[in-house]
T-cell receptor, first 108, second 117 residues
Framework: ELKVEQNPLFLSMQEGKNYTIYCNYSTTSDRLYWYRQDPGKSLESLFVLLSNGAVKQEGRLMASLDTKARLSTLHITAAVHDLSATYFCAVDADKLIFGTGTRLQVFP | EAQVTQNPRYLITVTGKKLTVTCSQNMNHEYMSWYRQDPGLGLRQIYYSMNVEVTDKGDVPEGYKVSRKEKRNFPLILESPSPNQTSLYFC????????????????FGAGSRLTVL
């Protein structure tokens, strides 16, 4: 059974700091998606990673995929309040399985 | 505007009273899916549809029904709702299924918050 684990589940960080969210999965896959959910809102696509070593960047967020380690990371650089949201990874391995989400709060 | 529209957005009902949550997309997407979101459990798939008249169970299908009579619509039916179906529901669609080749990003509806008393 495919399992997708995100760490941490909750992250409170100060503006200007850097941090990384981890997404581990239990089976072979070379496709992974990151979504963002603002409080009370729907999910929006952030990144699509389609191969081993894929790296995508958008503003202060950078996502990478290591299929051999079955690991994706979402790195936050110099966090700002607008990044406060819940972030989900979703692994595509014959079926799409979402992680439990990481709730990020950025404070001044 | 390309979008997935769900209705109702909020609903409070009582145990056993049948209800339908509608979902419509205007992007000519082949694939549609329903998820429920519960605290600490992420998103879990209820049902999905690869195309018109083709539906299949996801991970948590018990207590739900769906139909896909038209490409654009994918209603979720709760024949006899129970309190454990209190949740936030999302409909999503993509041009092709997530597990086909290429990047098949899901477009999500705004969500429907259901409370069953």
């Amino acid at each position: 059974e495919l399992k997708v684990e995100q760490n941490p589940l909750f992250l409170s960080m100060q503006e200007g700091k850097n941090y990384t969210i981890y997404c581990n999965y239990s089976t072979t896959s070379d496709r992974l998606y990151w979504y963002r959910q603002d409080p009370g809102k729907s999910l929006e696509s952030l990144f699509v990673l389609l191969s081993n070593g894929a790296v995508k960047q958008e503003g202060r967020l950078m996502a990478s995929l290591d299929t051999k380690a079955r690991l994706s990371t979402l790195h936050i650089t110099a966090a700002v309040h607008d990044l406060s949201a819940t972030y989900f990874c979703a692994v595509d391995a014959d079926k799409l399985i979402f992680g439990t989400g990481t709730r990020l709060q950025v404070f001044p | 505007e390309a979008q997935v529209t769900q209705n109702p957005r909020y609903l409070i009902t009582v145990t056993g009273k049948k209800l339908t949550v509608t979902c419509s997309q205007n992007m000519n997407h082949e694939y549609m899916s329903w998820y429920r979101q519960d605290p600490g459990l992420g998103l879990r798939q209820i049902y999905y549809s690869m195309n018109v008249e083709v539906t299949d169970k996801g991970d948590v299908p018990e207590g739900y029904k769906v139909s896909r009579k038209e490409k654009r619509n994918f209603p979720l039916i709760l024949e006899s709702p129970s309190p454990n179906q209190t949740s936030l529901y999302f409909c999503a669609s993509s041009l092709y299924p997530p597990f086909s080749s290429g990047a098949n990003v899901l477009t999500f509806g705004a969500g429907s918050r259901l409370t069953v008393l």
